[in-house]
């Protein structure tokens, strides 16, 4: 046990009975020390990181459009993509309509010749299919004989001609669309 007594402490059983406060005060004083020394230590270490912070965020400044001599800075390349995107879109609507029109351009074709008379050779008659995606097109007949020379046309609307046709006409209407697959 200890008692305090004017400034002094008595401690039982000790050899030196009685301490001394201001050993105390030596020691608070240490202490003192040691931590303004670890605060100092603390100190320097921010300001280093602080330091090292600032050179990287200086490298990057032209990401964030604060330096002034960049360009090509992060707001203007996003305002980039966003132009980008928009004019994406609006290529991928043109080409879309661009497809759906195409179906109506006529790209199958089928045509067959034949000797439509007896005492002509040579095969100079001929029926051409023209047809689109839809099968919607023309089928043009060419008969030759031999003092005479006859064209027709028909319409052909989704496969369906518009009149009944001949053998050879159904086969040029086949092959067309037989060629466009």
């Known amino acids: ?49 602080f330091s090292r912070v600032r050179a990287v965020s200086k490298r990057f400044a032209w990401a964030t459009g604060q330096d002034a001599g ?11 993509v966003e ?27 089928g045509i067959v010749r034949y000797n439509a008379f007896d005492g002509v050779a040579g095969q100079q008659s001929y029926s051409l299919a023209v047809l689109d995606d ?8 060419n008969l030759v004989g031999t003092n005479f020379t006859r064209g ?5 609307k989704n496969g369906e001609p518009s009149r009944p046709l001949g053998d050879e006409e159904k086969a040029a209407v086949e092959a067309a669309i037989k060629n466009g697959n």
Request: aromatic fraction near 4%.
């Open 1 to 49: 046990m200890f008692t305090a007594r004017e400034g002094r402490i008595r401690i039982r059983g000790d050899s030196n009975p009685e301490v001394d406060l201001g050993n105390v005060d030596q020691t608070m004083m240490v202490a003192l020390a040691v931590i303004t020394v670890l605060a100092l230590a603390s100190l320097i270490v921010g300001l280093l990181a």
């Open 70 to 80: 960049s360009v090509d800075t992060l707001p203007a390349l996003l305002r980039a």
């Open 83 to 109: 132009t980008n995107s928009r004019d994406v879109g609006i290529l991928k609507d043109a080409f879309e309509a661009a497809r759906v029109e195409g179906r109506t351009h006529f790209k199958r074709m």
């Open 134 to 141: 839809n099968q919607t097109g023309i089928l043009i007949s």
């Open 152 to 156: 027709y046309a028909v319409d052909i």
